[in-house]
């Protein structure tokens, strides 16, 4: 299926259903970078048929509120890395060791006691779910190295690059078999890289690299300040400590954060051979924007990246927010991305 020019899609994670997380529990914690099977709210047996259904409905509303590119939503996981990153072997999860997260605060994460090893297909299947159910073009989301490195505790490779580029060869492993397995685009989620800039001009392109290495399909990666959820009350940059650096990257698709902080689209050109993902949804703010202003949002980036090259879509992950919120704010995105194509005359 063709995509229009200015397609549209959700960054990753879309509100779980009350009756399949306690989402007062996640709310009240940081994101679990080990597992929290405590936050389920169906007994194990019937948890995976819970999750599908939950990823059923994600998909609809997607496509009732016209997004072009739909995900799964993330239904199937805690946070939106703990999932592939507590499934590699190499790791004590019963053991956890300790990181200090981006907010400052100190969080429980995988202790790396031996070689970091994929031993199969960890969301394969969810990918051919997904593909199955959706009626057009799917993405994916993996966590990517450099970020599950910065969220884990160390105690096995002799630097913290020698380990970025194990999770590298696991992530690129897993890309594969989810294109195998019907994903049109696979996206890496990297928001550490403006966490931790200065370790990720070290060694993050290099392991970004490694993990889409021969790759056969469309790759994205997103940058951001994170949650506006978790990071509430602290004023959030108004540009990016590591964004030039990724145009020199073999990622096709950059996705960046830009309505919250207020982004200048300047910035744009720093990204001159890439196509940008480009947050136009405000998840700090509860209310729905107007697709007027959607749109405005659009036309300023316009003005710095050529429509051909650009993608719409929320700032970050939408699991915070409440169904009703999130399926507006999509709704709204894509009639404000509508209102600019018939401006271009698409």
Request: aromatic share 6%.
């Given at each position: 299926m063709p995509l229009p020019i200015l397609p549209t899609t959700i960054v990753?994670?879309?509100?779980?259903?009350?009756?399949?997380?306690?989402?007062?529990?996640?709310?009240?914690?940081?994101?679990?970078?080990?597992?929290?099977?405590?936050?389920?709210?169906?007994?194990?047996?019937?948890?995976?048929?819970?999750?599908?259904?939950?990823?059923?409905?994600?998909?609809?509303?997607?496509?009732?509120?016209?997004?072009?590119?739909?995900?799964?939503?993330?239904?199937?996981?805690?946070?939106?890395?703990?999932?592939?990153?507590?499934?590699?072997?190499?790791?004590?999860?019963?053991?956890?060791?300790?990181?200090?997260?981006?907010?400052?605060?100190?969080?429980?994460?995988?202790?790396?006691?031996?070689?970091?090893?994929?031993?199969?297909?960890?969301?394969?299947?969810?990918?051919?779910?997904?593909?199955?159910?959706?009626?057009?073009?799917?993405?994916?989301?993996?966590?990517?190295?450099?970020?599950?490195?910065?969220?884990?505790?160390?105690?096995?490779?002799?630097?913290?690059?020698a380990l970025a580029l194990a999770y590298a060869d696991a992530v690129n492993a897993e890309i594969r078999d989810l294109f195998a397995a019907g994903a049109d685009i696979v996206q890496l989620d990297e928001p550490y890289l403006q966490a931790r800039p200065e370790a990720a001009r070290d060694y993050a392109l290099e392991a970004i690299a490694r993990a889409v290495e021969g790759v056969a399909g469309r790759t994205a990666l997103h940058v951001c300040f994170g949650y506006a959820h978790v990071h509430q009350g602290r004023a959030k940059p108004k540009g990016y400590d590591f964004l030039t650096e990724l145009d020199a990257s073999p990622v096709d698709i950059i996705s960046i954060e830009a309505a919250q902080p207020r982004l200048g689209p300047a910035i744009l050109a720093e990204l001159a051979s890439k196509t940008v993902m480009y947050g136009v949804l405000d998840l700090n703010d509860p209310a729905v924007e107007s697709p007027e202003v959607v749109a405005g949002r659009i036309r300023e980036a316009l003005a710095y990246v050529p429509a051909e090259r650009l993608m719409i879509a929320p700032d970050c992950g939408m699991k915070y927010l409440s169904r009703e919120t999130a399926f507006g704010k999509l709704k709204a995105m894509a009639d404000g991305a509508a209102i600019v194509r018939a401006e271009l005359g698409g």
């Open positions: 990753g994670s879309y509100p779980q259903p009350d009756w399949l997380i306690d989402r007062e529990r996640l709310k009240a914690s940081l994101p679990p970078r080990v597992r929290m099977q405590t936050l389920w709210r169906i007994p194990e047996p019937w948890l995976s048929d819970a999750q599908d259904a939950a990823t059923l409905v994600a998909i609809r509303d997607q496509e009732v509120a016209g997004i072009d590119i739909v995900g799964d939503g993330e239904m199937r996981r805690e946070s939106y890395s703990n999932r592939l990153a507590t499934a590699l072997s190499g790791l004590d999860i019963d053991n956890p060791g300790t990181a200090i997260d981006r907010t400052g605060k100190a969080n429980p994460v995988p202790r790396v006691v031996g070689p970091i090893v994929r031993t199969g297909p960890i969301e394969a299947q969810d990918a051919a779910f997904l593909k199955r159910n959706a009626k057009g073009p799917v993405k994916i989301t993996l966590p990517g190295p450099f970020t599950m490195t910065q969220q884990a505790q160390n105690d096995y490779y002799p630097s913290a690059e």
